[in-house]
């Protein structure tokens, strides 16, 4: 079983008796159906939502829930938590040193320890992460081009924070969102977007026969962008792409570029959405 040690990661409790109802009212995830050994995807949106911070939460013991984030961001993720709190009996804390462990493959299996759960981003149960140290050999390589492959994107590489809606990402698709919830910041934008079906931007999975060239590059047709190129492994990668403008050129017959560099698109396997049944024009695009 492949292992990795994710060492750009970081780690925040929240406690406390009204620490689930806290976050229940403010981030996109429905902890109502959260189960112990679980992690879940989900977003602290803006009030335009667009998403601010991404995260993994689990359960972790009574009154608790963890939330795994982007070390990076995650100082300022505490600040915007603490912001909500207001007169909430909750308790906010970064762990201090976060070790966040990978296990992927058919043998990787979920757990009910409070220090493991299963990525349910990933189908079949087939990644598990761990919070602690292990002594398991790490390849990174390896994790990238497995996440890749099974098409799911992390903001950094494969997104900005703050340019993109939780069904850009496909967090609608992986129950990053919860539609049967009650309401939370930016919760309006979301839904108007489920209910009008109004979502054009998706995440792709990426092939070429070359390398494919750095995150940031545009995806183009004809010269006109498309997309924009997100993490790669080699030749394969993430985009996340207008499906409209794909649609037409697929349609057409048109060549999809990556740079200077020919390349396929494709659905991730998974995925509930399919390209419009009506593709637009290049002059509407």
């Known amino acids: 079983m492949p292992f990795a040690q994710l060492k750009d990661r970081a780690l925040i409790s929240v406690s406390g008796p009204d620490a689930e ?18 992690a879940k995807p989900g977003a602290l949106l803006s009030p335009q939502g667009k998403i601010l911070f991404d995260f993994l ?63 349910t981003r990933f189908p079949n149960g087939a990644v598990t992460r761990s919070y602690g140290q292990t002594g398991e050999r790490s390849d990174l390589a390896a994790w990238q081009a497995f996440r890749i492959a099974s098409g799911i994107a992390e903001s950094g590489t494969d997104y900005a924070l703050g340019d993109a809606f939780p069904h850009d990402v496909l967090l609608d698709e992986t129950g990053g969102v919860g539609f049967k919830k009650g309401c939370y910041v930016g919760q309006e934008v979301v839904s108007r977007m489920q209910h009008r079906g109004t979502a054009r931007r998706r995440v792709l999975i990426v ?64 995925a509930k959405f399919s390209f419009p049944q009506e593709a637009v024009s290049a002059e509407e695009a």
Request: glycine share 8%; with cysteine; proline share 6%.
């Open 21 to 38: 109802h806290f976050l229940q009212n403010i981030l996109t995830t429905d902890l109502d159906v959260l189960h112990p050994g679980q």
């Open 57 to 119: 939460v689990a359960r972790a013991g009574e009154n608790a829930l963890r939330l795994e984030c982007r070390a990076d961001i995650s100082d300022d993720f505490v600040r915007r938590l603490t912001l909500y709190k207001l007169r909430a009996k909750v308790e906010i804390a970064k762990a201090d040193q976060a070790l966040v462990t990978v296990a992927w493959g058919d043998e990787s299996t979920p757990s009910q320890s409070d220090s493991m759960a299963a990525d």
């Open 207 to 270: 092939q070429a026969e070359l390398p494919l060239p750095v995150a940031g590059t545009e995806l183009t047709v004809d010269g006109r962008p498309v997309g924009t190129l997100g993490s790669n492994a080699g030749t394969s990668g993430l985009a996340i792409a207008r499906i409209d403008r794909v649609k037409a050129a697929l349609d057409a017959g048109q060549p999809i570029m990556a740079g200077d560099v020919p390349v396929t698109v494709a659905i991730p396997g998974w």
